[in-house]
């Protein structure tokens, strides 16, 4: 479904990323995990157009999208969350969603000029939306009030809202409390199968690793390591040394 | 010709240095607290005048002139220390637009109180006599006063370079200037480094103000010679760059001189042409500054400000009774008023449209430009030079001509400026245009150069069956009326609409509209137009009513009446612009008897309002209800979860 | 020596510390251990008053703190070292570490020679500016300026993150040296386990912003639950 091969990224005179490639199929849950630092955030950029890569292919169902733009990428069928929650923060949580959704159905059809206020169709879909990211009780309180959490799960449903045929997910558990983070892990295992959505997620928790992955990917200083499932990863001897076994460090 | 070269080149220098002892002060304070103060260019008028009253018109030797440029430098250095920490320290948590604003506020107090204090006539002050005649160097002559300023930029800007690049105390304050938060952490006193650095700063100015005393006709328009310069001369260099304002000083006193030599009918032209093509090559200036590129930081919204509405409200009905009672009232108007109360109310109906169209790129779509009023103009020539020549095209196909003319215009800039620049760089980049365009009116004849376009006439409306006469001050007035409430309700049902959600959404984070699939840059692109086009409406909707146009139509200062109108009246509110126009011509009406007193009055206003309630009118008027409101809804427990958000939103118990 | 009391910390809106107490004593060692966004920054912010808005006490060998400014506090003792390490890249190592000892008012603070050679790894790039180190390199230099003014209680936030074993493992035996040598105390936060233990001998876990475990590292050792619940990878 996404591929990339032989990607290449410094900021100035620090190289980031070192020529990597990768395949994710469709259906797939693909992870990417290691140190702060090894490149994973700036991968993620580079696979959604955020920052341009120095050199490297990105592919999409086939179609060369190295050079669009990230919006020319949503409407691909792209949707991406942000480690920290990139949300609306004025506006409500049903604000937000319809937002999204009118964002969606206007490269679809052209609305009418004179109709200023959302369709119903889009209220009950935001409504709907809502109800899934279990927000339904806070669709009128300022996006800016919520809890962290909270404004996480919103940007999901911002997300979703997009109907995205792939969804990329910095650290969609980061700062999270344990049962935030396994209510979340429910939650995208649920959108995932009812939406029929392919993910690629970054993310630092193990617990959350294992419990969504098919394959892993690990990263250190700009560079994959090793690429495979979650047993194949843990008996890497090298992958050890630099991730999972640094607490036996120096043993 | 080469005598003329060099002489050119040789006066270029001059200017070039005495621009670089003012900029001086602008990159120090930039570089320390990332604050471009606009209000620079009026503290240097007012080291001069301070200069001038205790020298008078004829100082006796070139030590006595010095001496005074040095007090002058202490008393600015007091004034600055007491700006620091009444207004510029509150200022570095603000956004930046707020920030510009602010320091404009400073702009008007200071211009305001220079008339009050000194009054509006012109002084001249004499060089010294050991200044005032020439070096002669075979076939080379050279004013001694003028060498004399060179070799002052020189001093100046060696022991700025020996004390911030070499001494200790240059190390800490470029600590400071790289990471404050750090710097704090290690130990330094960090807001004591800002309040020297800043009287430092006033001092340079206050002193440049004394020595650039003689040759120099000393009005309150002495600012303005000075700012745009040394704004110029910041931006080339790079901002908060010592190295880079000299080298950009010269470069700017150079251009001038080319100026001069090339194209002599237009001076100062040439000067915002280059920067226009600076800023689009290298917006963040030779030696760029880290923190210094704002670009990222106006992406990202402050605290404190909100967004306008983004759908219509559930029931019209009271809207609808408020507009009813303020189009009645106004209506009425011609039956009560006098006609110079009239004569402003109609002048405040246009800024109030001009003012929604600037709020629709600030408040809306997150640009922030310094050069709307060059729309204006535009708009007003268009409608002006066709009416005067009595061309027989009707009215309103005039005013739909200027509306299409603004959009063309708005289309071309905004392309490229929207794709290569935003931030400071955007802001300075639409006020050299207008610059520019005030620049080309008032060296076109066929425009009336200086003097502007007069005596339009009023015109008629030919409806078919009915022959509207628009000729009488009344009639226009009503005329004016309708039109700009079509235009405002036109603009209002635009922001409820979905457009208008986009452009909140890419307000508030442009990388996330970008991810919901938003195309920013088009849409930034649209807002542009949009403005553009309804500026230059206003614009032609005015020139009939003053019945003449000139090229301050064009200035930057009329650029800035539409960002007071909405900042006072709250940008995050659609009427906001409204209220503020309002507010503001009652006051220039109010204090209209005294030079000065209205400049120091909106001023202070427009400060205040920016330092305590950045929400303006209206966002106070909103405090004010929502807590009144949580008050009301803790009554039932289901709503506890807004309640509670509510509190925290309010800072109430 | 350094004694925190019921310390809330807030953001904006949100509560990141509730009712935090701590204690460092003389030339003690003790690290905090927590999953991202525990709190652990926040609590060495809180501690400098260099960030959140704080409620609560926070005293230094008597001292009550509650109303000095970061900068006083830096004075008074307290040195922080941040998580981004906030090298400023327009000095030489050498005016990295001199710049904080300047600022440092009257403390007597450390020798350069003596700091630079506890850092094998720094001696060599003493006349390089702060924009030409590597990031290991860039940690060294954090620490070395974090200790110059010689510090009561030196405040470590996250030094291994991103750093490569060998140079997390140098890094290590420069932090203890320098605290036993100077009698310095350490307050470390850390996600790396193993670098916790070598250099303190104390631990704390926090937890959604509330310290949920205290004691000595046999104590955590003897509780592989709450390894389990608080740490795991």
Redesign the interface.
Known sequence: MIECSNIYKSYGAIPVLKGISLTVAERETFTIIGPNGAGKTTLFKVLTGEVPANAGVVTFNGENITRLSASARVHRGFGRTFQVARILPCNSVLENLIIALEARARRTERGSLLQLRPSDRTWDDAAEIAGRISLLNKVDIPARFLSHGDRKRLELGVTLALKPKILMMDEPTAGMSPGDRNATIDMIVRVKDEDRLTIMLTEHDMDVVAHLSDRIMVMNYGEAIAVGTLSDIRDNAAVRDIYLGEEIGDA | MGMQIGFALFNGLTVGMSIFLVAAGITLVFGMLKILNIAHGSFFMIGAYVAYSIIGSHPDSTLQLVFAAILSGFVLAGLGLLLNASVFQRLRNIGEAYSLIATFALLMICNGATKIIWGVNYHSVSAPDALAGAVIYGSFFAPSYSLFIIGLGVLTFLALEIVVHRS?VG??V??IA??S??????????SRIYALVVMAAFFCVGMAGGLLLPNQSLTPLLFESYLLQSFMVVIIGGLGNIRGAFIGAIMLGLIEGANFLMLPGIPGILVYVILIGFLLWRPQGLFPQ?GADTADRVEG?A?T???PA???PKSLSGGIVAAVLVVGVLASMPFWANAGFLFIVGFAMVEAVLALSWNLLFGYAGLTTFGHAAFFALGAYFVGFLLRQDTGIPFLALLSGSLALGALVAFIVGFVAIRRTSGIALGILTLSLGEILRRAISYSPALGSDDGLSGIPRPQIDLGPVLVDLSSERAYFWFLLAACSLVALALW?FT???MG??L??LR??P??A???????RRYRLLAFVISGAVAALAGALQAPWAQIVTPEAASYLHSTQPMLNTLLGGSGFFWGPIVGSAIFSGISYATRTLAGLSEVVSGGILLVVVLAAPGGVLGLGSRFSRTWRIGALHKRPAVD??AR?GK??VGGP | MLEVSGLNAFYGDSHILHGVDLTVGSSDRVSILGRNGSGKTTLMKSILNAGPRIHGGIRLDGTDLARETSFRRARLGLSLVPEDRRIFPHLTVTDNLLIALAAAGDRAGLDLERVLDTFPMLGPLAARYGSQLSGGQQQMVAVARGVMPRPRCLLLDEPTEGLAPVIVRQLAASVVRLCDEFKIGLLLSEQNIWFARFCTQHVHIIENGRIVFSGSWDEFESRPDVKHRYLAV
Request: avoid cysteine.
């Open positions: 200790s190390k800490i470029r600590a790289h990471d938060w750090m710097a704090n952490l290690v130990g330094i006193n960090t880290p919204m605290e400000e909100g967004v983004t759908m219509p049902s409820v609409g979905p959600r986009v909140i959404a508030q984070d990388v996330r970008e991810f919901l699939g938003i195309d920013v979860e807004l958000v925290q939103a």
